[in-house]
């Protein structure tokens, strides 16, 4: 029997209530911070020998190099023949839809002249280097190669280094095969906090890179945190969400196996039901019940789904819209009569999948738009994983004369009243001073 928590808006203390069951701390305790502290400081003065010994230590290899630690592109060629036909078609498809949706969110640079001929505009450029962290073993997921490699190539990244625990030598085909077809440079088979440092920092074999991407566990996460400035990130994951909007006219079973979807990740995932249909919210809590017992990680979903899932009863959909922005959920189902317009009121949510047709798990997989998405509420400030993350901006400004004469009479007027005299002399020396 799994014991949903049950809320009502209606209900004094509601807002309190939702809070209680959207905490989550990802802070990472000292012994975890003193662990990565030591670990990164290895690698950055030790390099390749200190790579090789944590991976001899946590992964249990018996390596001597780090060539034995590199993956060359023939094996990762020999896995794309390893692999079922279906599973690489699927793959590729996968992979082409990726890019097409990628091919959309590319950063163009422009630029325009002012009257007096000086010129404003913006270069964008791709990064030079990124790395790409994999979970290995068999918690592996190619998926996680396809949403990460392929809008950096889309970028124009130069060079996507990949890497990837392997665990008691424990590889995964698909992984590998998934890294050929996203057109991933190299690959290591390294993981941990030492991976990440060593993608930060550089080693003698492993170049350093200028951004790190993809998920991990604590002490990935961890590092990753420490190592940003040096490198950038593309965020601290949480565990994984879903909060499903349903006006009732859905079939609640395939209600209740949304739900699942993402609380079979692990214990801490976390599944909401807003509705504002009674009847609806029993039938899928039956649904539950009953389904549940078919789930071969059903001790897992039914671990997250009494830890952090609710099912919560609305007045209407008004009422769903406004809990929904609040939660600022990861993934957002709209599984109503006309999901368009409701969407459009959608303020913060990381992805939203439309109608009673489309499944999370879609986007999880193939749908097009990246999987790597804001959690714990951060898609109040952040937005899903593009080709964006993998460029820059460059601001480009070049005065002709009349213009550097005009625009020195503000600025040094301006560095003076900031008592930058300095500032205001490199400006006032372009003045043109008539006769």
């Known amino acids: ?36 502290n030591h670990i990164i400081a290895d690698i950055r003065q030790r390099g390749d020998a200190a790579v090789i010994e944590y991976t001899r230590r946590f992964d249990r290899l018996d390596v001597a190099t780090m060539q034995n630690l590199e993956i060359s592109a023939s094996s990762l060629a020999a896995s794309l023949d390893k692999i079922t036909t279906e599973q690489k078609q699927a793959l590729e498809r996968a992979a082409q839809r990726i890019q097409d949706y ?55 990244v130069e060079e996507l280094i990949m890497v990837v625990p392997t665990p008691d030598g424990e590889v995964n085909d698909l992984v590998f095969a998934a890294a050929a077809i996203s057109g991933v440079d190299r690959v290591f088979t390294i993981g941990g906090a030492q991976a990440v440092a060593a993608l930060a920092y550089g080693t003698q074999s492993i170049p350093p890179v200028d951004k790190i991407v993809g998920p991990g566990n604590i002490y990935v ?53 807003i509705s504002p249909d009674a009847a609806f919210i029993e039938a ?62 959608i303020r913060h949510a990381g992805a939203i999948f439309m109608g009673r047709y489309t499944a999370e798990a879609l986007g999880d997989y193939c749908a097009g738009p990246n999987h790597v998405l804001p959690t714990s509420r951060t898609a109040r400030f952040s937005s899903p994983l593009g080709v964006y993350d993998f460029q820059k901006r460059s601001s480009l400004i070049n005065c002709s004369a009349q213009g550097a004469s005009e625009l020195g009479k503000i600025a040094s007027t301006l560095a003076h009243g900031e008592g930058l005299t300095a500032h205001a002399r490199s400006a006032e020396c372009r003045i043109i001073h008539k006769a």
């Open 102 to 156: 990628a091919e959309h969110q590319k950063l163009d640079s422009w630029e325009y002249t002012e009257a007096d001929g000086t010129l404003l505009g913006q270069q964008v450029t791709a990064l030079d280097k990124v790395g790409l962290y994999v979970p290995g073993g068999k918690a592996a997921y190619p998926s996680s190669v396809l949403m990460n490699a392929i809008p950096a190539k889309v970028a124009g």
């Open 221 to 273: 996460a961890t590092a990753k945190r420490m190592v940003f400035g040096t490198v950038g990130i593309d965020m601290i994951a949480g565990p994984s969400e879903i909060l499903v909007i349903c006006d009732g006219k859905t079939d609640p079973d395939w209600i209740a196996m949304d739900l699942f979807s993402q609380a079979e990740h692990d214990e801490d995932a976390q599944s909401i039901l």
């Open 284 to 345: 899928v809590k039956a649904s539950v019940q009953r389904l549940l017992s078919e789930m071969p990680r059903k001790a897992i979903i039914q671990a997250s789904l009494e830890e952090r899932g609710a099912i919560i009863k609305v007045a209407d959909l008004d009422e769903a819209v406004e809990v929904a922005n609040y939660i600022a959920p990861e993934h957002l189902e709209l599984s109503v009569e006309n999901p368009q317009l409701l969407a459009t009121r």
């Open 1 to 36: 029997m799994v014991a949903i928590k049950q809320l009502a808006k209606s209900d004094d203390g509601f807002w309190t209530q939702l809070d209680a069951l959207l905490a989550w701390d990802s802070v990472s305790d000292a012994d975890v911070l003193d662990t990565v």
